[in-house]
Antibody
């Protein structure tokens, strides 16, 4: 199993962007895609998209297309998710996950969009 | 985008059996959707229970089993324990490697 480490909470203004990191333990990616999922307060899980770090292609849910970007830095074993044009509805906990059976989860990064 | 449906809530008595289901708006759920099941307890990170319809994780108690039931994916809990009270989410894979979560089922053990 791989540990995925995410940063602490973020507070952002409406219209701004947030970029969240997800660092694989040992700084080494596996061959599994890294997925990003979010969970608004009291709500369910929402799949946002994924990236295959070593090969580059990323996928995103249709609702985020145009304001969501995934990148990966193989030299540090860190994946990134950047969401632009934030609205209040983007306030949520953002998780990265990967591995066989999607068993490896980061601890989540709470993002609050507030004016 | 597909809509994945789950029962909003279910209850089971301790020691009893309950089946949670996961349907897709695009048609029958098949093994090609690689159904996943996750358990989330309050304040905790979700954890994977089952993937690819039936594959149990090493930490998944044997009382949990996954299957296809009719045109849906199913998670059956046989011999419910109080610690099984949680939210359960299914996840389906769609063409183009896009995924959709169900809305989740709140399972009460009482």
């Amino acid at each position: 199993q791989v540990q995925l480490v995410q940063p602490g909470a973020e507070v952002k203004r409406p219209g701004s962007s947030v970029k969240i990191s997800c660092k694989a333990s040992g700084g080494i990616f596996t061959n599994y895609p890294i997925h990003w999922v979010r969970q608004a307060p009291g709500q369910g899980l929402e799949w946002m998209g994924s990236i295959v770090p070593r090969f580059g292609p990323s996928k995103s849910a249709q609702k985020f297309q145009g304001r969501l970007t995934f990148t990966a830095d193989e030299s540090t074993g860190t994946a990134y998710m950047e969401l632009n044009s934030l609205t209040f509805e983007d306030s949520a906990v953002y998780f990265c996950l990967s591995g066989s059976c999607l068993a490896d989860w980061g601890q989540g990064t709470p993002v609050t969009v507030s004016s | 985008q597909a809509v994945v449906t789950q029962e909003p809530s279910l209850s089971v008595s301790p020691g009893g059996t309950v089946t949670l289901t996961c349907g897709s708006s695009t048609g029958p759920v098949t093994s090609g959707h690689y159904p996943y099941w996750f358990q989330q307890k309050p304040g905790q990170v979700p954890r994977a229970l089952i993937c690819e319809t039936t594959h149990r994780q090493s930490w998944t108690p044997a009382r949990f089993s996954g299957s296809l039931l009719g045109d849906k994916a199913a998670l059956t809990l046989s011999g419910a324990q109080p610690e099984d009270e949680a939210d359960y989410f299914c996840l389906l894979s769609y063409p183009g490697s896009r995924y959709v979560f169900g809305g989740g089922t709140k399972l009460t053990v009482l």
